[in-house]
């Protein structure tokens, strides 16, 4: 599975040194951000712990319902609620179900615990190594001021060497190399 590539394209209505003259375009930037989403199998399990949270309370709304011997509409409660989590579920897989984004200045990794730092720019980063943490294989972002950013590749929807490419490419780049 690849990576998503996002273009954000934007630009501003006045020439520079014109003195504000409308209409003109001042700059178009492009900003392409590499981003790498939750692993299918992570997600999964994710979503396993939600519907049995949501279980657990149909459960206890219907033993509630029977004990006070309430009229069966009330049910609807705990189902709706049910239907607004995963609705809520979706959203936040949809929005930010990524684990790491990586764009040309720098990256940012989110839903690890552990991480280290979470975010940094790519002219801070001194190397990238892969190795094994805990029988799982991770890339460790090395800082210049011994600070370390950990990354397990597992939790990734993306092949490991291909992860490890884009990573050492997006690294050569934010130091200013280009490819032989």
Excluded: N
């Amino acid at each position: 599975m690849r990576a998503d590539r996002r273009t954000r394209q934007g630009g501003g209505t006045r020439a520079p040194g014109t003195g504000g003259a409308r209409g003109e375009i001042v700059a178009v930037t492009t900003e392409t951000a590499t981003v790498h989403r939750l692993a299918p199998a992570v997600a999964a399990r994710l979503l396993g712990v939600v519907l049995c949270l949501v279980a657990a309370v149909i459960l206890a709304s219907t033993l509630a319902i029977a004990v006070l011997d309430l009229h069966t509409v009330f049910l609807l409660v705990p189902v709706l609620l049910t239907v607004a989590v995963l609705v809520g579920c979706w959203w936040a897989w949809r929005t930010r179900g990524w684990v790491m984004r990586m764009t040309a200045e720098g990256y940012r990794v989110q839903w690890v615990r552990g991480v280290g730092v979470a975010s940094g720019r790519w002219k801070d980063v001194e190397d990238a190594v892969t190795m094994t943490v805990a029988e799982a294989p991770v890339v460790v972002l090395r800082l210049r001021d011994g600070r370390t950013t950990t990354i397990p590749v597992q939790m990734l929807a993306v092949d490991r060497e291909a992860f490890v490419r884009d990573v050492q490419d997006h690294l050569q780049r934010g130091h200013g190399l280009r490819k032989l």
